[in-house]
């Protein structure tokens, strides 16, 4: 009798924290809705939650937000997920990302004025496998390496569907958020594929950020762009503005060009050096029809466009003071250009210098 006393009890307890479960767990999915929703100011909706809250284990299906930056939004639609947060931090103060997985997430940021979005998808993992150095903020999330794929990311115009990147991936290491912003010093590398369609290049970017001393050291490479990869960026880039998209081919013919970017940046100023190489180069008409730039500076075009080897530019330093609104590094770069090009072919320099001082006698 004694026996099936206790059995009856256990049982009793048993749905007694089964039920306390469920009840918690429905809170918790309402206060996620809500909090979307009040941050946002637009409906947020879950298919399915579920977890196991006291090992800090969640799985959610078919979840649609949306986020706002200012006066831009991005729409959000998470066919599927799991997030493993661990019995610490179901306990403690910091939401640590014991592991997390999730795929074919959709995003999409609408231009204004109804001219086009882009939009594309995300696959995000990540994983924890030791503990934050130093002490963090409460509710701070972290997470040990995450990573973030890029299947795809186009630009959609009202005649035109451009693909911008595929194939891509971001890694952050460690991730760490703290009120919405990155909290701990972190290393980051992308690497990603340009406009499929149009075989373009390759974006590589690697470096390290500080945010609370905003301590940024990196470098962005944009390997073997070519015209059609160089006009599909151009295009979605007239999207927002609503204005004609600027015709890459008008400047530049033929051809493929690399750049590369190193910056180190504070709070207050950034400097840094940018590479240009160039590979078969053929000028376009706005070059060689201009009535300044075409006649003067023919023979360093020719001889740029004769070279079968690659041309390099640079690097070429510049200084950027971030408390004013002039850009000094913008007049930098254009004379160190120039210098780099006399560099090219002094003797094609002197004849377009030659050619510049005649047409200018001439107008006189």
Same mark, same amino acid.
């Given at each position: 009798?004694?026996?099936?006393?206790?059995?009856?009890?256990?049982?009793?307890?048993?749905?007694?924290?089964?039920?306390?479960?469920?009840?918690?767990?429905?809170?918790? *999915? !309402?206060?996620?809705?809500?909090?979307?929703?009040? /941050?946002?100011?637009?409906?947020?909706?879950?298919?399915?939650?579920?977890?196991?809250?006291?090992?800090?284990?969640?799985?959610?299906?078919?979840?649609?937000?949306?986020?706002?930056?200012?006066?831009q939004t991005v729409d959000w639609a998470i066919?599927?997920?799991?997030?493993?947060?661990?019995?610490?931090?179901?306990?403690?103060?910091?939401?640590?990302?014991?592991?997390?997985? %999730?795929?074919?997430?959709?995003?999409?940021?609408?231009?204004?004025?109804?001219?086009?979005?882009?939009?594309?998808?995300?696959?995000?993992?990540?994983?924890?496998? !030791?503990?934050?150095?130093?002490?963090?903020?409460?509710?701070?999330?972290?997470?040990?390496?995450?990573?973030?794929?890029?299947?795809?990311? *186009?630009?959609?115009?009202?005649?035109? &569907?451009? /693909?911008?990147?595929?194939?891509?991936?971001?890694?952050?290491?460690?991730?760490?958020?703290?009120?919405?912003?990155?909290?701990?010093?972190?290393?980051?590398?992308?690497?990603?594929?340009?406009?499929?369609?149009?075989?373009?290049?390759?974006?590589? #970017?690697?470096?390290?950020?500080?945010?609370?001393?905003?301590?940024?050291?990196?470098?962005?490479?944009?390997?073997?762009?070519?015209?059609? &990869?160089?006009?599909?960026?151009?295009?979605?880039?007239?999207?927002?503005?609503?204005?004609?998209?600027?015709?890459? %081919?008008?400047?530049?013919?033929?051809?493929?060009f690399s750049v590369l970017l190193q910056v180190?940046?504070?709070?207050? #100023?950034?400097?840094?050096?940018?590479?240009?190489?160039?590979?078969?180069?053929?000028?376009? *008409?706005?070059?060689?029809?201009?009535?300044?730039?075409?006649?003067? #500076?023919?023979? !360093?075009?020719?001889?740029?466009?004769?070279?079968?080897?690659?041309?390099?530019?640079?690097? !070429?330093?510049? /200084?950027?003071?971030?408390?004013?609104?002039?850009?000094?590094?913008?007049?930098?770069?254009?004379?160190?250009?120039?210098?780099?090009?006399?560099?090219?072919?002094?003797? #094609?320099?002197?004849?377009?210098?030659?050619?510049?001082?005649?047409?200018?006698?001439?107008?006189d």
């Amino acid at each position: 009798m004694r026996r099936k006393t206790l059995w009856i009890l256990l049982l009793v307890f048993a749905l007694a924290l089964v039920g306390a479960h469920q009840y918690t767990l429905a809170r918790v *999915r !309402v206060a996620v809705i809500d909090t979307l929703r009040s /941050e946002n100011r637009y409906p947020a909706t879950v298919s399915s939650f579920s977890g196991l809250l006291p090992l800090g284990k969640l799985w959610v299906s078919e979840l649609k937000f949306r986020t706002r930056f200012g006066d831009q939004t991005v729409d959000w639609a998470i066919a599927n997920g799991s997030l493993d947060l661990g019995v610490p931090s179901a306990l403690g103060r910091v939401w640590r990302l014991d592991s997390l997985q %999730s795929k074919g997430i959709g995003w999409k940021v609408s231009f204004p004025k109804g001219v086009g979005s882009l939009e594309g998808l995300l696959d995000l993992s990540g994983r924890t496998s !030791v503990d934050p150095a130093g002490k963090l903020p409460k509710e701070t999330l972290w997470c040990g390496d995450l990573r973030v794929g890029i299947p795809i990311a *186009r630009a959609v115009l009202p005649k035109v &569907t451009l /693909e911008l990147l595929h194939q891509g991936e971001l890694r952050v290491a460690p991730f760490s958020l703290a009120d919405g912003e990155p909290f701990l010093p972190y290393d980051f590398n992308l690497r990603a594929n340009l406009a499929e369609k149009t075989r373009g290049g390759l974006l590589l #970017a690697k470096g390290h950020h500080v945010p609370l001393e905003k301590k940024l050291a990196g470098e962005a490479r944009a390997l073997g762009l070519g015209v059609p &990869t160089i006009e599909s960026f151009l295009k979605a880039a007239s999207g927002p503005m609503g204005t004609a998209a600027l015709r890459a %081919s008008d400047w530049i013919e033929g051809g493929s060009f690399s750049v590369l970017l190193q910056v180190d940046s504070t709070a207050l #100023a950034a400097k840094g050096n940018l590479t240009l190489r160039l590979q078969k180069i053929r000028f376009g *008409r706005e070059i060689k029809e201009s009535e300044l730039v075409g006649e003067a #500076a023919r023979p !360093v075009l020719d001889a740029i466009e004769k070279r079968e080897d690659v041309v390099q530019l640079g690097p !070429v330093a510049f /200084e950027e003071d971030l408390s004013t609104e002039d850009m000094e590094s913008l007049r930098q770069l254009q004379r160190g250009l120039v210098a780099e090009v006399v560099k090219v072919d002094p003797g #094609a320099a002197y004849k377009a210098g030659a050619n510049l001082l005649r047409g200018l006698l001439k107008k006189d």
